[in-house]
Nanobody, 128 residues
């Protein structure tokens, strides 16, 4: 049983930065890959980033590569998403996820099929 709670969302201007945090409850956090998805109104939920259980390997969607950075702190049961150079098209609800294996690639390659648990989501709005 795992619960994921996101925080750090909000309103930011074009070109600004924001850091999302996801606090996980449960004793198995360090056993699984984790990641982030996002969904804008009227659009499909899309993969953003993932990270393996050790934090040593990361994966990113092409749309955010070079601007976003995913990291995790297993001692704190927390995964982060640092978002820089934000654009209006980044506006969406961002969801923290936990995978079903230790492989970050299982999330990036399989999308929602590779997700075992979802957070409630946090709104990120980027103004022009």
């Amino acid at each position: 049983q795992v619960q994921l709670v996101e925080s750090g969302g909000g309103l930011v201007q074009y070109g600004g930065s924001l850091r999302l945090s996801c606090a996980a409850s449960g004793r198995t956090f360090s056993s699984y890959a984790t990641g982030w998805f996002r969904q804008a109104p009227g659009k499909e939920r899309e993969f953003v980033a993932s990270i393996n259980l050790s934090g040593g390997r990361t994966f990113y969607a092409d749309s955010v590569k070079g601007r976003f950075t995913i990291s995790r702190d297993n001692a704190k049961n927390t995964v982060y998403l640092q978002m820089n150079s934000l654009k209006p098209e980044d506006t969406a609800v961002y969801y923290c996820v936990m995978g079903t294996t230790h492989l970050g690639s299982s999330i990036s390659a399989r999308g929602s099929s590779g997700v075992g648990s979802w957070g409630q989501g946090t709104q990120v709005t980027v103004s022009s």
